[in-house]
């Protein structure tokens, strides 16, 4: 069977953090465009370069550079069997794109309260080396400040700052969540609370795929 799912949702919901799980059990590939694009961001290639402004003001980066390194990412062998797209479509052009070029089984919605989002995002701390992600409050490196994995020192996303993530929220609000009426027009949206633990969260998860 092919999996082939779409997560949806706001700035710190919990989407990678679900994802890097659910990606693994059902054998597909975890398609971030975020961690794509910060990948060729920190490559310097000249896509990442001109993706990385945009990045880090918390703004949505053109829509025709993300297709490009999406579309290239789901062309690679391992994309055939399904995928799990964190962070893509993010806007009603790219949900048409999308449409034209790879097909969509479900859409899991993570639905959750603005305040706890700030906070999350706040607390949020990942490794540059291996991008294992931590939050300070609810899921804490074993030795502050290092990397359970790999000991190399923890660092804040630039756009986890207050000022850029009030504009992920913005931007969200504004052009992401009109998607949510776009898959349930389309019978594609599956909405889970996205509060609770991530344990919580994860059996929520399950139950909307089964
Ligand atoms: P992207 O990397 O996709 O960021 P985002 O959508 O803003 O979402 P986050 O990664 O911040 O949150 P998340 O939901 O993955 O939460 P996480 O699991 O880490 O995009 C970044 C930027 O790239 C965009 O602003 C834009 O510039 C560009 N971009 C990307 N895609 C694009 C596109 N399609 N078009 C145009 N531009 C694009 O969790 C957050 C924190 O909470 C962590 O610390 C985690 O440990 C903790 N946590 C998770 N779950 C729980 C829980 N249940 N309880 C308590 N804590 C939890
Ligand atoms: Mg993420």
């Known amino acids: 069977m092919t999996h082939r799912i779409v997560f949806l949702g706001p700035p710190g919901a919990g989407k990678g953090t679900q994802a890097v799980e659910l990606a693994r059990e059902l054998g597909i590939p975890h398609l971030s465009t975020g961690d794509l694009l910060r990948a060729a961001a920190a490559a310097r290639t000249p896509l990442g370069v001109e993706a990385d402004g945009h990045i880090r003001a918390g703004r949505l980066v053109p829509d025709d550079l993300v297709l490009r390194i999406l579309h290239e990412r789901l062309e690679q062998p391992d994309a ?57 409050s609810t899921l804490p490196p074993k030795v502050p400040d290092r990397c359970d994995r790999d000991g190399t020192v923890l660092e804040q996303r630039p756009d986890d700052r207050p000022e850029a993530v009030a504009t992920r929220l913005k931007v969200y609000a504004e052009q992401t969540a009109p998607l949510l009426e776009y898959y349930r027009a389309r019978h594609l949206l599956y909405p889970i609370d996205a509060s609770g633990t991530p344990a919580e969260v994860a059996a929520r998860l399950r139950s909307a795929l089964h």
């Open 80 to 136: 055939r069997a399904g995928y799990l797209l964190d962070g893509f479509p993010r806007n009603l052009a790219q949900a048409e794109a999308l449409g034209k070029f790879a097909a969509v089984d479900r859409v899991i919605s993570f639905d959750i309260a603005p305040e706890l989002l700030v906070r999350r995002l706040s607390d949020r701390r990942m490794c540059p080396k291996c991008h294992t992600v931590y939050n300070l």
